[in-house]
C-alpha cells in the first residue's frame, strides 16, 4: 500500500507523531487552486507514543478521532505515513519498458539483498521515478520496504478510526511532496518533474518532538537522509525538570506562553545552542558522505521551527539559506479555518499538507 497509485481520490492527511496528531483536507486541481479545507489538531497524552513507536494503541485511535473531530472532515479515505527510520529505500535503474513481472522479479531480488528478514514479514513497494538522469534508457526505480507489521500497525489504528487506509507514505516524502508542490505545482504524469533552476539541492530539516531529520533533495527526490534523537522532546524534559512541570503541562505551557522570564535564557538558549550544532553536524555528514559541499537552500519544519528566528540563526551559523517550510505559503485557506490558529500551527503540518496532496488531483 506504500505509493497506493490509481484512484488519486480526496484522502484525508493524517500525522500521527510523537507529541500531536494532525489531520488535514485538501481540495483543489492547480498550484494557485490548492486549499486547505479542514484541519485539526490534537495532543497526544504522555505514555501513547514513546520513541517514535505506538506504545498505547487505544490513546492513539482516541487522539485520531478526536483531531478528525475537531477538523470538520468528513472524508472517510485516509493517507497517514510511516517514519523514515522504519524503512529501508534504494534506487535501482532497470531498462526502460521491462515486463511488469520481470520488474517484480528484480524488485524481490533487490529487496532480499537489502533486509535481513523473511520476504513474507516484508512489505515491498515501487515507484517508477521516470528516465534516469544518468542514462535516460533506463528508468529509476524507487523500492520501499519495511516489517509488515509496521504498516499494519497503522492501517489498524486507521480502521478502528472510522477511517479507510488508502495509502501508507513515508513521511519523508510527504514532506519532498509538499516542497515539490510549493515550487512546481502539481506533478503532470509519471516522470520526473525537473525544471532548469531545480538543479540545486535542498535541504529540509524537520524538527519534530522524537527526531531531527535532515533529507536533502534533489529534483525533488530525496537523495540523502539521516536523523538523530535530539529534538523537540529535549526541549519538554527541560522545562519539566526546571520547572517542576508534567509533560502535558510543559507542552501546552511552551505552545500557549506563559514560561517563566528566564526561561528564555536558562532553558532556550542552550537548548537552541545544541540543536544548532546537531544540524550542523547533520549537515557535515551528508557533506563528507557525498561529493556535495554546498546546499542552494535550507528550509526547516516541525514544532522547534517555531523557535523565534531560528531560521535565521541556522542560516547565519550554518552558511546555507534558510527559510521556514510554511505550505501555506501555496496552499489557500478556506474561511471555515481558523487563520490566526492555523499560523501558528503551520510548521507541524507539513507531513499532514504532504500526505492529503496524494488526493489532490
Ligand atoms: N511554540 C513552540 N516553540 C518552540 N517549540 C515548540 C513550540 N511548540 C512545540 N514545540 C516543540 O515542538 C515539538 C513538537 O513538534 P512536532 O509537532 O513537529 O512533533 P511530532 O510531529 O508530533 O513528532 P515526531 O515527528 O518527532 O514524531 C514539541 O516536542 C516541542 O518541543
Ligand atoms: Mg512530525
Redesign the pocket.
Known sequence: MLFARGNRDRVLGI?I????IKVLELSGSGKPSVKAERYGLQVLPSGAVVD?KIKDVDMVIETLQKAIKKSGSKIKRGAACISSSDIISKVIAVQSRLREDDLLNRVEMETDRLIQYDLEEVSIDFLNLGPSVASPEEDDIQIVACRKAIVEEVVDVLESAGIEPAIVDIDIHALARIHSYMKHGLPRGKGKQVSEEDKGLTGIV??????TRFMVLQHGQVIFYRDTAF???Q??DDIREKYDMSQNEA?RT??KGGLPEDFKGEVLKPFVKTLIQETARLLRFFYSSTTYDSLSELRIT???S??GNLETIIGKRLNVPTHLLNPFDSVAIDSRIDKKRLEKEAA?LGVACGLALRGVK
Open positions: 500525522d507523531g510523537s507529541a500531536s517514535g524537520d524538527f519534530g518532538a522524537n527526531a529534538s523537540g522532546k526541549l519538554i507542552t511552551l505552545g516541525g514544532g522547534c517555531q523557535i507541524t
